[in-house]
């Protein structure tokens, strides 16, 4: 499979998600950096799994990112706000890009909390 045929599958696997466009360019330009490391194209396209695999696991990603989201929130408002802290920190972990995580300036209860934007 050349480069195109990979991307096209991945983006046509992740149709319907909505960071399809940046984990697409993304990806290119991680195939991008290693070809220019002299790796060949069938080296980096192993490691990186089949485009099917790859879809896969940044939707698994993004779902188990907002599963850990919904956990914190219950935490938090359950008052347990360093369990909450660690959820919300494996939630960004999972999936950085989660609109509704981001990190703020530390609280008067952790050193460095992630906080929901509604």
Same mark, same amino acid.
């Given at each position: 499979m050349n480069e195109e045929d990979y991307l096209r599958t991945l983006r /046509?696997?992740?149709?319907?998600?909505? $960071?399809?466009? $940046?984990?697409?360019?993304?990806?290119?330009? /991680?195939i991008v950096e290693k070809?220019?490391?002299g790796a060949p194209?069938?080296?980096?396209?192993a490691r990186l799994g089949? %485009?099917?695999?790859?879809?896969?696991?940044?939707? %698994?990603? *993004?779902?188990l990112a907002? #599963?850990?989201?919904?956990? *914190?929130r219950v935490a938090e408002c359950?008052?347990? /706000?360093?369990?909450a802290d660690q959820y919300f920190r494996r939630a960004h972990?999972?999936?950085?890009?989660? #609109?509704?995580i981001q990190v703020m300036r530390p609280s008067s209860w952790t050193t460095a909390r992630l906080v929901t934007r509604l």
């Amino acid at each position: 499979m050349n480069e195109e045929d990979y991307l096209r599958t991945l983006r /046509h696997r992740l149709r319907g998600f909505d $960071d399809a466009d $940046d984990i697409v360019d993304e990806i290119r330009s /991680h195939i991008v950096e290693k070809r220019e490391a002299g790796a060949p194209l069938d080296d980096v396209l192993a490691r990186l799994g089949t %485009a099917d695999e790859l879809a896969r696991r940044y939707i %698994a990603d *993004a779902a188990l990112a907002r #599963a850990w989201w919904g956990l *914190a929130r219950v935490a938090e408002c359950t008052s347990m /706000h360093k369990t909450a802290d660690q959820y919300f920190r494996r939630a960004h972990d999972l999936d950085p890009r989660f #609109a509704s995580i981001q990190v703020m300036r530390p609280s008067s209860w952790t050193t460095a909390r992630l906080v929901t934007r509604l």
